[in-house]
Nanobody
């Protein structure tokens, strides 16, 4: 499974961005797709997740501002980020998990940089 993240950029506080994560396989074949982020000098943290059943989960700091959606035909998951804050500045990574037998295989895409200026 290959994941291609895109959509990052430099924006001002309050602006919006939409990140895309394109998968090389049918996203319905994946158990979940997620976004993580890593700010300078910090550990990578979970941001949001969507399961192949459509359930979503968000870290508290983005709840109500970020929204996940999927386009099965394009094998792409989107992270709509509204009302961006300087603390959202980070490299954003997409992640996929697929259960194989008793184990989960985890895949990572390359990061896309989001910079939010105050």
């Amino acid at each position: 499974v290959q994941l291609q993240a895109s959509g990052g950029g430099l924006v001002q506080a309050g602006d919006s961005l939409r990140l895309s994560c394109a998968a090389s396989v049918d996203i319905l074949s994946l158990d979940a797709l997620a976004w993580y982020r890593q700010a300078p000098g910090k550990d990578r943290e979970f941001v949001a997740l969507i399961t192949n059943g459509g359930r979503t989960k968000y870290v508290d700091s983005v709840q109500g501002r970020f929204t996940l959606s999927g386009d099965n035909a394009k094998s792409t998951v989107y992270l709509q980020m509204n009302n961006l804050k300087p603390e959202d500045t980070a490299v954003y990574y997409c992640n996929a998990a697929r259960k194989t037998g008793e184990h989960y295989s985890v895949y990572w895409g390359q990061g896309t940089l989001v910079t939010v200026s105050s």
